[in-house]
Antibody, heavy 115, light 108 residues
Framework: EVQLVESGGTLVQPGGSLRLSCAASGFTFTSYDMNWVRQAPGKGLEWVSYISNSGDTIYYADSVKGRFTTSRDSARSTLYLQMNSLRVEDTAVYYC????????WGQGTLVTVSS | EIVLTQSPATLSLSPGERATLSCRASRSVSSYLAWYQQKPGQAPRLLIYDASNRATGIPARFSGSGSGTDFTLTISSLEPEDFAIYYCQQRSNWPPFTFGPGTKVDIK
């Protein structure tokens, strides 16, 4: 069974940093591209970042470019999102998704940016 | 960037009725369009991928159609558990991947 389990979400002050993780199981992690998608409270879905199966190609939404970094560890079958210079508007549930538009999503982890 | 528009914003129906949801793209996305269902406090659940293919475990009352710029999600007979928000998403021209604003299906 495919499972994606996000973790690392918490309350952080504006300007702070946080690293989210997404532990994958039930499939060959190195065969699939992965994405991060977020949803602010009461709002719609916003794509955040894409990483290819090899990790060679990475894209970011303009809203996070230069502040967020996506990476993956094939040995641990884990996807990461390093979030720096956090803003109040980054407050959201962050989901990881396998092959966006075709595959599975995790249950999400809540990041709250507030003083 | 491809912009997706969904209509109506809210659809008020009774159990057993047919629901027809629309998603329109600002330019062609071929058939690379997905539909998701989201209930409060839950992650989005993939219903339909590539316009008309039901995802694993999705009941046959959900169907998708369309290509190019105009797409439809149909729920043939609403069950109580179908009242939720539905989003469309394109993977034709990216980055960025884009989502529609959602259609809320609520109980009349």
């Amino acid at each position: 069974e495919v499972q994606l389990v996000e973790s690392g979400g918490t309350l952080v002050q504006p300007g702070g940093s946080l690293r989210l993780s997404c532990a994958a199981s039930g499939f060959t992690f190195t065969s699939y591209d992965m994405n991060w998608v977020r949803q602010a409270p009461g709002k719609g879905l916003e794509w955040v970042s894409y990483i290819s199966n090899s990790g060679d190609t990475i894209y970011y939404a303009d809203s996070v470019k230069g502040r967020f970094t996506t990476s993956r560890d094939s040995a641990r079958s884990t996807l990461y999102l390093q979030m720096n210079s956090l803003r109040v508007e980054d407050t959201a549930v962050y989901y990881c998704a396998r092959r966006l538009g075709v595959g599975n999503w995790g249950q999400g982890t809540l990041v709250t940016v507030s003083s | 960037e491809i912009v997706l528009t969904q209509s109506p914003a809210t659809l008020s129906l009774s159990p057993g009725e047919r629901a027809t949801l629309s998603c329109r793209a600002s330019r062609s996305v071929s058939s690379y369009l997905a539909w998701y269902q989201q209930k409060p406090g839950q992650a989005p659940r993939l219903l339909i991928y590539d316009a008309s293919n039901r995802a694993t475990g999705i009941p046959a009352r959900f169907s998708g159609s369309g290509s190019g710029t105009d797409f439809t999600l149909t729920i043939s007979s609403l069950e109580p558990e179908d009242f939720a928000i539905y989003y469309c998403q394109q993977r034709s021209n990216w980055p960025p991947f884009t989502f529609g604003p959602g259609t809320k299906v609520d109980i009349k």
